[in-house]
């Protein structure tokens, strides 16, 4: 074999073995450029509690576009929005099954994933932006997810030390952070890295909807001075929480752009267009013949830093140089 042949079954294996190091790692597999889509008419539908007139799926037709599939000629999309009230998801998840569509794209919360898991064993599905598909059960593994399950995951829970870093930064003089999740202890690496920060660490179980303002009370009667949401329940309406830590006067380091936007101060998450862009990537290689069990789950690389300048101001909150080179996006 000489070298040049041997360069090319290097690059073929590694594809055939599969990563899950970041978004490129599939495409640098995938041929280039992308063949025609194909000519057939193909249904795709998506299902989430993120209306597409607020852009929650703009980036994902996008890229769908690009590669060759257009509505009305090779492409039906069946956009299905529910609220997270129960037994919704799985009505609207029932409904795309029996229409059928082609493949099933699933977004941002495990509940409308597991609606489609629920609704068929046999189309295909896309997750979008789901956090720790694995803990959650979605899928077997990273590498191998089995089922009919893959996609493209969001929040990883090692990048909590960096969030709490950012929000340190953000408001320099905290002694004590207030972190709210759904374990019921916090990771040893968020524990570590208050430490080395130099903050107390206040950790509180929060895993209903109506616990949010009792934690908050909470967090200001054990003097809290800032708050760190590691998971928040996909239902709370966005601007309640918002408004409360801004009536409270907390420093909050949210997850989401859309709570950043809606008042919050500030966010550090994955880059949304990117895995939404991945995400339809997924879904053509599958309208193609791939098997989505064949198709590794694959984790973000890129984050952005999002700020609300005018939620700082009304805070008091004046940001150092430093820190403003961080930010990725304002918003006033």
Avoid: H
């Amino acid at each position: 074999m000489n070298r040049s042949s041997r360069r090319a079954f290097l690059r073929d294996l590694a594809c055939l073995g599969g990563s899950v190091a970041g978004l490129g790692v599939l495409g640098a597999c995938a041929p280039a450029p992308n063949p025609a889509a194909p000519a057939r008419m193909y249904r795709v539908g998506v299902l989430s509690g993120v209306g597409p007139a607020q852009g929650g799926f703009g980036g994902f037709w996008g890229r769908m576009a690009e590669l060759g599939y257009v509505e009305g000629q090779n492409l039906i999309k069946e956009e299905r929005v529910g609220t997270f009230a129960a037994g919704v998801f799985d009505e609207l998840a029932a409904e795309l099954v029996r229409l059928p569509v082609d493949v099933l794209v699933t977004a941002s919360d495990p509940g409308p994933v597991r609606a489609a898991m629920a609704a068929t064993t046999s189309i295909p599905i896309v997750m979008v932006n789901v956090d720790d598909p694995v803990g959650s059960g979605l899928v077997a593994s990273l590498a191998r997810p089995g089922a009919n399950v893959t996609g493209v995951a969001g929040f990883r829970a090692e990048l909590d030390p960096k969030r709490l870093q950012l929000l340190v930064e953000a408001a320099p003089g905290v002694s004590k952070v207030a972190a709210f999740g759904f374990a019921a202890e916090p990771d040893g690496s968020l524990v570590a890295a208050a430490t080395t920060l130099g903050v107390g660490l206040l950790y509180l179980p929060v895993t209903t909807l109506d616990g949010y303002g009792p934690a908050v009370e909470r967090a200001m009667a054990e003097g809290a001075e800032a708050l760190l949401l590691i998971q928040v329940l996909a239902a709370l309406p966005t601007g309640q929480l918002e408004s409360l830590a801004n009536q409270y006067r907390l420093p909050t380091m949210y997850y989401g752009a859309g709570r950043v936007r809606a008042g919050g101060l500030m966010t550090y998450v994955a880059r949304g267009s990117d895995i939404n862009r991945r995400a339809a990537e997924y879904v053509d290689r599958i309208l193609r013949g791939a098997k989505p069990a064949d198709l590794p789950v694959e984790l973000p690389t890129r984050y952005e830093l999002i700020v609300n300048m005018g939620t700082a101001r009304a805070l008091g909150l004046s940001f150092s140089r430093d820190f403003l080179a961080q930010v990725d996006e304002i918003i006033e």
